[in-house]
């Protein structure tokens, strides 16, 4: 198994450009993440998806923010405009199925570390 | 409101025992899960406690208490190797869903 995949792993660009940053879940795995990393607000949940639908995007900090996932295998997070206060480690995690009943095991992938200068 | 406190920083020796302490407030608790970071790594689940009690696997073990809202995680037979940020996270049930909420995490190192 690949585990979750993300790409790019590391991302530096200038203000105001857009980011693109890339996830694919573990086959079988109907839910997933996307957490954002700082040493100052930790780990923050931005979005989840379950079955490809948004379920909750109320961590998603501004209207720049955006997510999208077509398919059960792959997932994108947008910034349009990048500020440098974007800077961080984007982490994508998925969620299996038919797993014991009040158990949720998130399987994170490697993260985007992304610097907007 | 949902916090989480740990201690953000805590050194041990090699071959000893560690405890890592988690309280917790939050509505629509469900369970408390532990999970471990290496620097520049992802973070990895280790344990979960839906039910109070002890959880045990191998060195690591995992306690809950709900009505303390408080958990720990144990780490025995220290190794170089667990110097790591071990992050408890709540599952809650809030509106139709359930999320993880991850406290600020606990630096572990782990000294010869």
């Known amino acids: 198994d690949a585990g979750v995949i993300q790409s790019p792993r590391h991302e530096v660009t200038e203000m105001g450009q857009e980011v693109t940053l890339r996830c694919k879940p573990i086959?079988?795995?109907?839910?997933l993440f996307w957490y954002r990393q700082t040493m100052m607000r930790g780990l923050e949940l931005l979005i989840y998806?379950?079955?490809?639908?948004?379920?909750?995007d109320s961590g998603m900090p501004e209207d720049r923010f955006s997510a999208k996932m077509p398919n059960a295998s792959f997932s994108t997070l947008k910034i349009q405009p990048s500020e440098p206060r974007d800077s961080a480690v984007y982490f994508c995690?998925?969620?299996?199925?038919?797993?014991?009943?009040?158990?949720?095991?998130?399987?994170f992938g490697p993260g985007t570390r992304l610097t907007v200068l | 409101g949902q916090s989480l406190e740990q201690p953000s920083e805590v050194t041990a020796v090699e071959g000893a025992i560690v405890q890592i302490n988690c309280t917790y407030q939050?509505?629509?608790?469900?369970?408390l899960s532990w999970y471990q970071q290496h620097d520049g790594g992802a973070p990895t689940f280790l344990s979960y406690?839906?039910?109070?009690g002890l959880e045990e696997t191998g060195r690591f073990s995992s306690f809950l208490s709900r009505s303390d809202s408080y958990g720990y995680l144990l780490l025995q037979e220290l190794q170089m190797k667990d110097s790591a940020s071990y992050f408890c996270?709540?599952?809650?049930?809030?509106?139709?869903?359930?999320?993880?909420?991850f406290g600020s995490g606990t630096r572990l190192l782990v000294r010869p």
């Open positions: 086959s079988g795995h109907n839910s």
């Open positions: 998806f379950n079955n490809n639908v948004p379920i909750d």
């Open positions: 995690a998925s969620r299996e199925t038919g797993t014991r009943q009040g158990t949720d095991t998130q399987y």
């Open positions: 996270a709540v599952r809650a049930r809030m509106d139709s869903s359930y999320k993880l909420i």
């Open positions: 939050t509505s629509g608790f469900y369970g």
């Open positions: 406690n839906g039910l109070d």
